[in-house]
């Protein structure tokens, strides 16, 4: 799984155009299908009449390693998904 940080959009958005911004960040190419979780959304408001949406994402994808080596950016990494045990 691969986690991606600092995805910046504008507040009036669609889904389609995050979509978007992942295959373009990941360099994905049309054929190549991917699903994607958000696990952080924030609002960046320092310059105030632009206001934007900030994403951290988990993307799920084929062939991660290939992704990677292509991407060549400090805000795609690779994470593995480990799943909370509640202690007794």
Known sequence: MLQINQIKLPIGHSEADLEHKIS?????????????KITKQSIDARKKPDLYYVYSLN???????????????????SIEEKEYEIPN
């Not at 373009?24 to 994607?36: E, N, P, V």
């Not at 993307?59 to 805000?75: A, Q």
């Open 24 to 36: 373009k960040t990941l360099k994905l190419s049309k054929q190549q299908g991917f699903t994607y």
């Open 59 to 77: 993307v799920k994808v084929k062939e991660e390693d290939k992704i990677l080596k292509r991407v060549h950016s400090n805000s795609v990494i």
